[in-house]
């Protein structure tokens, strides 16, 4: 049996309590007689496209805001004060993703699922369920930074400040995973946007009033209340459309309970190899200096990352749904041509990365900062195969293959943590940099042989991987010699010139994207942008197989 009839397989025997069939076009599970929205069918390329744009703009843009608070976090507070400010927002943060656990998973894999399968009234329950579990997670979670203040953490204002706001972010993660779910981009986007702003003016402004770390978090407060209050009533709104009749939960709250424990373990693993644990170590072994330039490099890769995170937070749930339909070769066609064309977006990323990152750095954040280099470099050595495994990670989530995603979690963190007690207490940022590269490696290679073998081989089209390789690394080679030539930020600025000039030249000699891949942009959104997505698709697309 073929792996694609395998997996199937696999699916049909997942069809729900009484063996209820949900194929396309077929009335299953509607309990009130009217026929349920057809979410699968709704599933489609253009409408992945646009929510990947809303997903996109959601994470990029945020991390964009906090690029630029780290550089005014870095004038205002010097290398000391942002390392302890970074130190403090990390472990707010830290205590929101481990406190949820895999509940946000899981909620947002089921509500997806749920509505392939057409039974929108279930998600009532399931959602007023959700709202008592991180309830009382908020409690818990706001308890541990309350403790954690009263047992003498300087400052201790700014840490219970951060205490209310990590319980406002527990609570968030219930309407917001609704929304994913639901693939309401637009709504689950919107609300950060607008706030990122205001918060980004906002801490500005009391930085400069001498407002200091305190002041930071008391508007970080502000920003997670209003975040919560908004985000509830989009979701309100949304359950009022997809679900105007109510029906009991009953086994879906146990299904989401029995998939949120296991992928609890794997947000711990996640916590360890992807998120910044080597804080944890650095404030063991090296100093605050030392964790402000590891924060900056990491989160100037992160917010590269977050353009990949976006496609993968719009493929899990996509997935769930294609799966609850058993469309299995739209996943698998989707899935290849998800990875082809983050092949051609990481590598130019990569390489002007590389050529321009260090010399920006000192030009945004000071000569205090210029170590940051050879941290930032480690860390973007790994950056395109990080990228890929994240929708990889995705894919095998909307199929609910825990079991693979948690043992190559395992071996990742074995490898983070043992690299960080080796490698931080000698070298400081650069070891926590070698050691989250490494630990990342460990499960990104892994991850993407399974995911292949799951679907069946991808489809890479190494003629236009190669092109889209020449085309970066002409690029980077420009904008280095652009910075090595000429001086501060006049030659960041010939840098990026040169890497992008040249890098349009050769994308448009070599042809980096497969024809296939170019034609689909063309079709779904070749209208887009004035016309333009049509134009550089076309302009970028290999000569096709049955052309002359």
């Known amino acids: 049996m073929s792996r694609g009839k395998r997996l199937h397989s696999w699916l049909g025997r997942r069809r729900g309590p009484g063996g209820r069939d949900w194929e396309a076009g077929e009335l299953v599970g509607s309990q009130t007689g009217v026929p349920a929205p057809d979410a699968a069918a709704a599933t489609t390329g253009e409408a992945l496209l646009v929510g990947g744009l809303w997903s996109t703009a959601s994470r990029v843009v945020p991390q964009l805001y906090v690029l630029i608070l780290s550089v005014a976090a870095a004038r205002f507070l010097g290398p000391e004060g942002m390392g302890r400010q970074s130190f403090i927002a990390f472990v707010a943060l830290s205590s929101i993703m481990l406190v949820t656990g895999g509940l946000p998973i899981a909620l947002m894999r089921f509500v997806g699922e749920t509505l392939g399968r057409r039974e929108p009234g279930k998600l009532r329950g399931l959602i007023g369920w959700a709202w008592w579990i991180e309830g009382a997670g908020a409690a818990v979670g706001g308890a541990i930074l309350v403790g954690v203040a009263l047992l003498g953490a300087d400052p201790r204002s700014a840490w219970l400040l951060a205490a209310m706001g990590s319980s406002l972010g527990i609570l968030h993660t219930v309407p917001s995973s609704l929304l994913i779910g639901a693939q309401r981009w637009r709504a689950a986007s919107v609300v950060g946007l607008v706030t990122g702003t205001l918060t980004t003016v906002a801490t500005i402004g009391v930085l400069w009033a001498g407002g200091g770390i305190t002041g930071m978090f008391a508007v970080e407060v502000v920003t997670s209340a209003l975040n919560l209050a908004w985000t509830t009533a989009l979701a309100r709104r949304a359950l009022a459309e997809i679900a105007p009749r109510g029906e009991p939960a009953g086994e879906l709250t146990r299904q989401v309970l029995r998939y949120a424990l296991p992928a609890s373990l794997g947000v711990f693993l996640t916590f360890l190899v992807w998120r910044r644990s080597e804080f944890f170590f650095l404030e063991r072994y090296s100093t605050d200096t030392e964790i402000a330039l590891y924060s900056i490099s990491f989160a100037v890769v992160t917010a590269l990352g977050r353009l990949f995170e976006a496609v993968a937070a719009v493929v899990s749930p996509a997935v769930a749904t294609l799966a609850g339909a058993g469309e299995i070769e739209r996943i698998r066609t989707g899935y ?195 016309g333009w997505v049509g134009r550089v698709s076309r302009a970028l697309a290999q000569p096709s197989p049955a052309a002359p």
């Not at 894919?395 to 983070?416: E, K, P, S």
């Not at 003629?463 to 390789?469: C, E, K, Y």
């Open 336 to 530: 290849g041509r998800a990875l082809r064309l983050l092949t051609v977006l990481t590598l130019p990323l990569t390489a002007v990365g590389l050529a321009l990152g260090p010399a920006t750095l000192r030009l945004l954040y000071g000569e205090g900062y210029r170590n940051t280099g050879p941290v930032l470099l480690i860390m973007l050595a790994t950056f395109p195969v990080v990228s890929l495994v994240r929708t990889s990670n995705a894919l095998l989530h909307g199929l609910g293959r825990l079991r693979f995603l948690l043992a190559a979690g395992f071996l990742g963190a074995a490898v983070n943590v043992g690299l960080d007690f080796l490698l931080i207490p000698r070298h400081d940022s650069v070891g926590a940099a070698l050691a989250n590269g490494g630990g990342q490696l460990a499960v990104s290679i892994p991850v993407l042989v399974y995911a292949s073998r799951v679907l069946g081989p991808v489809r890479w089209r190494p003629s236009a991987v190669g092109r889209a390789a020449a085309a970066s690394l002409g690029s980077g080679l420009a904008g280095w010699a652009g910075v090595s030539t000429v001086e501060g930020g006049a030659g960041v600025a010939v840098g990026a010139a040169a890497a992008s000039v040249t890098l349009v030249a050769l994308a448009r000699i070599l042809r980096i994207l497969p024809a296939d891949d170019a034609a689909w942009l063309d079709r779904v959104a070749g209208g887009r942008l004035g």
